[in-house]
């Protein structure tokens, strides 16, 4: 391409462009499938809810009885709520209760319950309140919502299930160094984007 082509081409090529939103939705495929994707697509919730999930598996049984019916509810309350409290910036909290139950992950010792509860409700919380669906009302919105809610509780779950029954000592290895890399993509993604 010739230097005095790329203006032209670089003017085209904004205009036609999409508009980017902050949680993309998947065309075509309904608002309840694009709320259960929705926690799978956006790097900040996964990482945070798949990092929930591992310390739960890891600490056992006993720390999920609460921490999952208490995440549960936390989510469901925070994301009918999000409609009156949307445009928090979030992005910071989520990545940093990712970061914190990635080092717990990482760290593999025995935590007392009331920590695993209160982080599980934390980032409920958390991704509830942020995951507001622009432009929908009525019952779009809460067919979106209830996607959102059983997408975030099959990915703490999903992942409490791996960590619980992977019980070999390189197995167990394996969980604290996805929970060290899912607190360094935390941490690098905050710095990424404080830097800006």
Known sequence: MTPGARGPVACVLAVAAAPAF??????GIGNFYNGLLHPFVV?????????LGLLLGQQ????ARRALP???LAAAVSLLVSAWVSGLPLGVAILSAGTVAGLLVAAATPLPRFL?????????IFIGLDSNPDGLGGVARLTLLSGVWLGT????LGCFGIAE????GWQRIGIRI???????????????????
């Open 60 to 63: 056992g049984v006993g720390h």
């Open 153 to 156: 509780g099959f990915a703490v």
């Open 22 to 27: 902050a949680h993309a939705t998947v065309e």
């Open 43 to 51: 790097l900040p919730h996964a990482l945070a809810l798949i990092a």
């Open 178 to 196: 996805a929970g060290s890399w899912i607190a360094a993509v935390s941490i690098m993604v905050v710095s990424v984007d404080a830097g800006r």
């Open 70 to 72: 208490a995440f549960g």
């Open 116 to 124: 695993t509860l209160g982080l599980a409700t934390a980032t409920a």
């Open 165 to 168: 029954t992977l019980r070999r």
